[in-house]
């Protein structure tokens, strides 16, 4: 309203008072040729008046466009502006080079669930992510994995990535789940207990997610994720957010296609496998901690942690399956993905997840014992203290 108001002024003075000076001037000198000098002010007035208005629209529209976020789009199975990465990373970078840094911590716990959780992760890439995606994933959280797997419609044997000989396109993305998801059954079923999907731009905390698995048994079909609740009654897991199926539930999804029981019509890859969970007999289960926050997360940390980040008219507030939060409570402590990750934020993820220590803290949060945190806590000090008395004692 106001920019108006300026254009209005502007070309009113320009138009008004040019004229009427030129006039009384040429009246005194050449009244012959009032009109035509007339026509000519009023001419270059307005010409000036358009131009001044062009400008402060352009600056205006330059600098909303320069503070503008990440657009997405309310539609959870279209594409979002994220998936465009305009931060692409030169190059790969090897945090974990130096181990010596982490040399006194005790890691027991996690290195015992790598050997009982096993996690054959596959990731779902293309020849147009390998450098500016998927090579990132590489060098980060997929060292975590049992055994890792790139799941591309080629084959490169450099990389390398398992071709599934399929087109790209979002359009084929279940159809590339359905072969991705043969290949491992067939080829390496008995080397993995769990069997874990992610895109190329997500992050994956593998640690956090063993210790949730530890809680139930391969046999059982099961699987897990974000879980969404509309067209499916008992809900489906967001694809971006990454899911992980037990063995048996491996086996009952790739033995429903042999049987027809379920179809590879559909193009919307988390929904329709969903639905064909459903018919086989595969419970959807409760990915939440055990204070009842989601652990896994279908945006990147900011979306979630930011009050007001996501408008309430968009569509991840009718989807998810429990009441979502913003906020901090938002996430578990033990969270295990983060989706739309790009190249940057992916080794941001990896150092304050691995790497950033606070000094002079000894206590880690166990979430088994988060029902009584007042003794946790009382038992864990007097481990603490006794620990760093011996290590004072030691030098």
Same mark, same amino acid.
């Given at each position: ?177 359905? %072969?991705? /998801?043969? =290949?491992?059954?067939? $080829? *390496? ?10 895109? &190329? ?110 408008? %309430?008219? /968009?569509? =991840?507030?009718?989807? $998810? *399956? ?10 578990? &402590? ?62």
């Amino acid at each position: 309203m106001v920019l108006a108001l300026i254009c209005v002024l502007s070309s009113f003075k320009l138009n008004v008072f040019f004229p009427l000076f030129s006039t009384v001037y040429y009246l005194q000198e050449m009244a012959s040729s009032k009109s035509l000098m007339n026509l000519l002010t009023f001419t270059f007035g307005s010409a000036i008046g358009f131009f001044v208005c062009y400008l402060l629209f352009s600056i205006i529209l330059e600098e909303q466009v320069k503070i503008q976020p990440h657009i997405l789009h309310n539609d959870p199975h279209g594409q979002h502006s994220a998936d465009i990465d305009n931060n692409q990373l030169q190059g790969q970078m090897n945090f974990n080079a130096d181990s010596g840094q982490h040399k006194d911590e005790n890691k027991n716990i996690a290195e015992g669930l790598y050997q009982k959780v096993r996690i054959l992760c596959w990731v779902m890439t293309g020849p147009q992510n390998l450098e500016k995606k998927a090579k990132h994933v590489k060098a980060t959280w997929a060292q975590r994995c049992n055994k890792i797997l790139f799941m591309s419609s080629e084959e490169n044997k450099d990389f390398p990535t398992v071709g599934l000989e399929t087109k790209e396109g979002r359009d084929q993305l279940y159809w590339k789940t359905i %072969k991705a /998801f043969q =290949y491992v059954y067939d $080829n *390496y079923f008995d080397d993995a207990d769990w069997f874990m999907k992610a895109d &190329d731009d997500t992050y994956v905390v593998l640690d956090n997610l063993r210790w949730l698995l530890s809680k139930y048994s391969p046999e059982q079909p099961i699987y897990f994720g974000r879980r969404f609740k509309p067209y499916v009654k008992q809900g489906y897991m967001s694809g971006g957010a990454g899911y992980v199926l037990s063995k048996e539930a491996l086996k009952r999804f790739v033995t429903a296609f042999k049987t027809n029981k379920c179809s590879h019509s559909s193009s919307i890859e988390d929904l329709a496998l969903g639905k064909c969970m459903e018919i086989v007999n595969v419970e959807a289960g409760d990915s939440r901690d055990t204070n009842g926050r989601e652990t896994f997360h279908p945006f990147v940390p900011e979306h979630h942690l930011v009050r007001g980040y996501l408008p %309430k008219t /968009f569509w =991840y507030w009718n989807y $998810n *399956y429990y009441p979502a939060v913003e906020g901090p409570g938002c996430c578990s &402590d033990l969270a295990v993905s983060f989706h739309y990750v790009d190249s940057i934020t992916m080794y941001h993820l990896e150092y304050l997840i691995y790497h950033l220590r606070p000094y002079g803290y000894l206590y880690r949060y166990n979430p088994d014992l988060a029902k009584n945190p007042e003794e946790q806590s009382k038992n864990e000090a007097l481990e603490d203290n006794q620990k760093l008395e011996q290590k004072i004692s030691e030098n």
